[in-house]
């Protein structure tokens, strides 16, 4: 069963325009871990910003946020301020529980920044 | 501090043929992961280590792909005999436990299958 979901496959912004990219996920664990990461067309994987379940605040990392709604089980990367070099594939993923368990990773959006 | 190593970055094979994929982590990392990206989608896990032993490889399919993580350091990835289905870039992490907040990727390894 698909436990993450990416309804955006494709995305477009105005350079130094704020955008969102959604992810939903599903989980009965009450300990998870939610990651987003970005792959240029370069092939590599970039870790971006991490949020844990029981984290209180919403996780940010420069220009990055996580708009993190535990209750609608949703974690939305906010870009703010767009540059050209945020033009990439977008992934969300997941980790259950504590410890030992897999990382599973989301279809994936592609987000195309507009200069 | 040196990141993931995967080598090689390319190979183009015939299918029926076999190979293998090579995995070193970061230093002291002690989960390592195995995930497979066709084109357009996401990664997909394959397998993942823990230490020397395996935690998950519930999607591996184990009639032609193993893996094996020797020493609990660095790790292969074998395919044989390889469908043309198996196109995809094999991508390698390790993080420092699996309940770390970071998976560290590599380059990942490109197999195109004729």
């Known amino acids: 069963a698909q436990k993450i979901t990416q309804t955006q496959p494709g995305m477009f912004v105005q350079e130094k325009e704020a955008v969102t990219l959604d992810c939903t996920y599903d989980?009965?664990?009450?300990?998870?871990?939610l990651f987003w990461y970005k792959q240029p067309s370069s092939g590599e994987m970039i870790f971006l910003i991490y949020q844990g379940s029981y984290d209180q605040q919403n996780a940010t990392e420069g220009r990055y946020s996580l708009n993190f709604q535990k209750a609608r089980k949703s974690a939305n990367l906010v870009i703010s301020a767009s540059q050209l070099g945020d033009s990439a594939m977008y992934f969300c993923?997941?980790?259950?529980?504590?410890?030992?368990?897999?990382?599973?990773f989301g279809p994936g959006t592609s987000l195309s920044v507009i200069p | 501090e040196a990141g993931v190593a995967q080598s090689p970055r390319y190979k183009i094979i015939e299918k029926r043929q076999s190979v293998a994929f090579w995995c070193n982590p970061i230093?002291?990392?002690?989960?390592l992961y195995w995930y497979q990206q066709i084109l357009g989608q996401g990664p997909k896990l394959l397998i993942q280590?823990?230490?020397?032993?395996?935690?998950?490889d519930s999607q591996l399919p184990k009639d032609r792909f193993s893996a094996e993580r020797l020493k609990g350091v660095d790790s292969t990835l074998k395919i044989q005999p390889a469908k043309l289905e198996d196109s995809a870039v094999y991508l390698c992490a390790s993080n420092l436990w699996s309940g770390a907040n970071v998976l560290t990727f590599g380059a990942g390894s490109r197999l195109t299958v004729l």
């Open positions: 993923a997941m980790r259950e529980g504590p410890s030992y368990d897999k990382v599973i």
């Open positions: 280590f823990q230490n020397n032993g395996v935690v998950d």
């Open positions: 989980t009965s664990d009450p300990s998870y871990g």
């Open positions: 230093s002291g990392h002690a989960t």
